[in-house]
């Protein structure tokens, strides 16, 4: 049975796919960052994560192929999801950030809506797995996902995500993690022309942009996407944009207990760092996809 209409307003953010080319590395990269890394989870198509959960029900989901026969496969039968993931690949390389996923309680509706709006990328997805605690416990998850994407944004797309079925798991012990990190509250994309993105971006997401020139916002019930050229990227963080592109996720800010905490977990870690006014920003790496900010919130 089809759910109802979904209640008005912008969609929450869900979860943010970071491609990688090794789980191990991924895993070993979050832990020196200070996070708690999920138990390895096997999809039906192929691909495999090891995520990352945060208080506020938001998840980064690092993504590695783990059967490529099983992946080919799926791409033949026309999975977007992972033919999404292997283009992402073939242009930007194995490590990254491809997709901005929102939560909604109508997959099928939000189809309908791209399509209408030309900006479908392909059929729905529905799919099952099994999710693990942190005390070993497994129950099985199961999504179903509508896809967005413009016709010239190819290193990036959104999808809306349904969750049909919630595992009865504990993920507290997931969410408490060394850093004292609680949340995502902003997401930062880049674009060498961002008006161009701004009707996907708000069609996909139901928010209107707020803003105008080199930075657009565009608000969530639980964090604001970001929509930035170059030039105000590097500004911002001190960091180069990198490649030109249409449209590019590159960014993370997490919200933290205690930047204090943070500076001496990264310096423990070895890993380099620098501070920028009241963020603590950390350059990709191998297994980390995007830039990571770190902000205190009081």
């Known amino acids: 049975m089809t759910a109802g209409p979904c209640p008005p307003g912008p969609y929450p953010l869900d979860h943010l796919v ?12 979050l832990v020196s960052l200070g996070f708690v890394v999920a138990p390895t989870g096997i999809h039906p198509f192929g691909t495999e994560n090891c995520c990352v959960f945060l208080e506020d029900g938001t998840y980064l989901e690092p993504l590695a192929v783990g059967n490529g026969q099983a992946v080919a496969k799926a791409i033949a039968d026309g ?24 939560g909604t309680e109508n997959a099928d509706a939000d189809h309908a809506r791209y399509i209408e709006a030309g900006l479908s990328a392909g059929d729905m997805l529905g799919f099952s797995r099994a999710f693990t605690d942190a005390a070993g416990k497994s129950d099985m998850a199961s999504f179903k996902l509508a896809f967005a994407s413009g016709t010239g944004a190819t290193d990036a797309f959104l999808f809306a995500c349904e969750r049909i079925n919630a595992p009865k798991v504990d993920r507290t012990a997931l969410q408490i993690h060394p850093n004292g990190a609680t949340g995502i509250i902003e997401v930062v994309a880049v674009s060498n022309e961002p008006s161009k993105q ?9 928010s209107p942009e707020t803003g105008q020139g080199s ?4 608000g969530l019930p639980n964090a604001t996407l970001t929509l930035l050229d170059p030039v105000a990227f590097e500004t911002r963080f001190g960091i180069p944009a990198g490649a030109p592109s249409e449209l590019r996720f590159a960014g993370i800010v997490f919200s933290v ?37 770190f902000r205190e919130i009081a």
């Open 18 to 29: 970071l491609p990688t080319a090794s789980l191990d590395v991924a895993r070993a990269r």
């Open 79 to 102: 999975n977007v999801f992972v033919a999404r993931d292997r283009a992402y690949r073939d242009r930007c390389g194995s490590e990254g950030f491809s997709a901005l996923v929102l």
């Open 198 to 206: 701004h009707r996907l971006i708000s069609i996909a997401t139901r």
């Open 215 to 218: 930075s657009t916002a565009f």
């Open 257 to 293: 207990l205690s930047a204090g905490t943070v500076a001496k977990l990264l310096a423990a870690s070895t890993v380099e760092h620098d501070i920028r006014g009241n963020d603590i920003v950390v350059r990709p790496a191998s297994g980390q996809g995007a830039t990571f900010i």
